[in-house]
């Protein structure tokens, strides 16, 4: 089977950095992946690592270390607007294309 | 970018009513749906995988004959929640899989349906 492990909340103030890890356990490991979701909204992807690495799209970056089964999300110069549910999410090879989504962390940003 | 329609995005209905949620991809074929349920203050479960032209597979617990699945073409699925109960009150969302040019893969979702039944 699959398990996924995210703190559940997360508090940081504006232009603060916060780091949200995942870990997981899989049966076969494609790739993870995250996604961004705001109250009342579906969730938007923001990246997804197959190989091990840092991998960075503006404001975001994510980490992965495939021989720890670990990854996580860094958000730089927090905005308000990152306030959030964050969820990584596994694609398994014997899920199909599927993956499977942790329980999510939910980031407040202060001013 | 690829992009899943879904509607209607609220429904309220009826106890024993059943409910048509639609998604349809706009700009590109989707062969693969799939279809989630969100609680509040959940994380995303999957109820089950839509294929175009076959049946569905679902997960396990997830009732087939209660959330019936169609996706009779390319870039059309349907869920019907039938005689639906206040249990079934939940968030709805589709998604599909993308692959792009770099080969990395994701999901693009739909915005989601947020059902009521009173």
């Known amino acids: 089977g699959q398990s996924l492990e995210q703190p559940s909340e997360v508090t940081a103030v504006e232009g603060a950095i916060v780091q949200i890890n995942c870990t997981y356990q899989t049966s076969g490991f494609y790739g993870l992946s995250w996604y961004q979701q705001h109250d009342g909204g579906a969730p938007t992807f923001l990246s997804y690592n197959a190989l091990d690495g840092l991998e960075e799209t503006g404001r975001f970056s994510s980490f992965l270390s495939r021989s720890d089964s670990y990854g996580y999300l860094l958000l730089q110069e927090l905005q308000m607007k990152d306030s959030a549910s964050y969820f990584c999410a596994v694609r398994d090879r014997g899920y199909g294309q599927n993956f499977v989504f942790g329980p999510g962390t939910r980031l407040s940003v202060l001013p | 970018g690829a992009v899943v329609s879904q509607h209607p995005s609220w429904v309220i209905c009826k106890s024993g009513t059943s409910v048509k949620i639609e998604c349809r991809s706009l700009?590109?074929?989707?062969?693969?749906m799939f279809w989630y349920r969100q609680f509040p203050k959940q994380s995303l479960m999957l109820m089950a995988t839509?294929?175009?032209?076959?049946?569905?597979?679902?997960e396990q617990g997830v009732e087939k004959d209660k959330f019936l699945i169609n996706h009779a073409s390319l870039t059309l699925s349907t869920l019907t929640v039938t005689s639906a109960h206040p249990e079934d009150s939940s968030f709805y969302i589709c998604?599909?899989?993308?692959?792009?040019?770099?080969?990395?893969?994701?999901?693009?979702f739909g915005s989601g349906t947020r059902l009521t039944v009173v």
């Open positions: 998604s599909a899989s993308v692959q792009s040019h770099r080969g990395k893969v994701g999901y693009t």
């Open positions: 700009d590109f074929q989707a062969t693969t």
């Open positions: 839509s294929n175009e032209g076959s049946k569905a597979t679902y």
